[in-house]
C-alpha cells in the first residue's frame, strides 16, 4: 500500500470562501453580536436536546409505534478511528478560530476591514474541518485528509 500526495484539485470535498477585499460597515458588523443571541440560544436548546434527549424520545416513539426504523446508516469504524488526530488537532484550532473570530469582529469595527491573516485561517480551519468530516463522517472520499489549512 503506498501513500498517494494528494494535491487540492483532487480533493472530494472543497471549501472556497472570498474574501472581502472591500471597506465593511462598522455599523452593521456591530449589530452582528446582537443577532449571534438567537442563534446561540438555538444552539444551546440543541445541544441541551442531546444530552436530555426529547428529541431522541419522539424517534423512540416513532420506532415502537410504527414499528419500523426511521434511518439505519452503517459506517466503517474503522474511518472514525483513524480520523481522531485530525479530530484532536481541529478541537485545538478552533478555539484559535473562536479567538479569530473576535479579533476580526474587533478589527472590523474599528478599521473596516477584514485582516486577510484571520480570514485565511478561519476559512482554512472550516476547509480541514469539511476534508475530515467528508472522510469519517459523509463518506465521499478514501482518501486520507492532509493536516492542512490550505486549500
Known sequence: MSAAIVSP???????EIAYADRP???????FRLVLVVPILLLFALIAWDRSSGLLTVSVGLLVV???????VVRLPLVKWFLAIPHFVVLAVLFI???????????????????P???FDYIVGVMRWDQRVTGYAFTLV???????????
Open 65 to 71: 409505534f410504527r414499528r419500523k426504523p426511521t434511518l
Open 116 to 118: 486577510r491573516a484571520l
Open 141 to 151: 472520499t478514501d482518501q486520507y485528509p492532509t493536516f492542512s489549512l490550505k486549500p
Open 96 to 114: 484559535g478560530v473562536i479567538g479569530a473570530s473576535i479579533g476580526a469582529w474587533f478589527a472590523i469595527l474599528f478599521t473596516g476591514r477584514y
Open 24 to 30: 465593511l460597515n462598522r455599523v452593521t458588523s456591530a
Open 9 to 15: 484539485a483532487t480533493y472530494a470535498v472543497r471549501l
